[in-house]
């Protein structure tokens, strides 16, 4: 177990001395997405048009194909 952790602290240490305490990663405070995909009945389609065009949400909004 101590072997372990020794080994550990002195890789970590070597780590951070070879790439100067940089990080390799940018973090971010949130995610967001770029776009949505809304499914519904075919029933329930004019309802779902109307309440995304309310809020000006329904710019790329396709009837599918019924199956």
Not at 3 to 28: E, I, P
Not at 35 to 57: C, F, K, P, Q, W
């Amino acid at each position: 177990m101590r072997q372990g952790a020794l080994f550990g602290a002195v890789w970590g240490t070597v780590a951070h001395l070879l790439t100067g305490g940089q990080r390799d990663f940018t973090s971010v405070s949130g995610l967001e997405a770029a776009t949505y995909n809304v499914v519904v009945d075919e029933s329930h389609y004019a309802d779902a048009r109307r309440i995304l065009g309310s809020a000006h949400l329904a710019a790329d909004v396709t009837k599918p194909p019924s199956a």
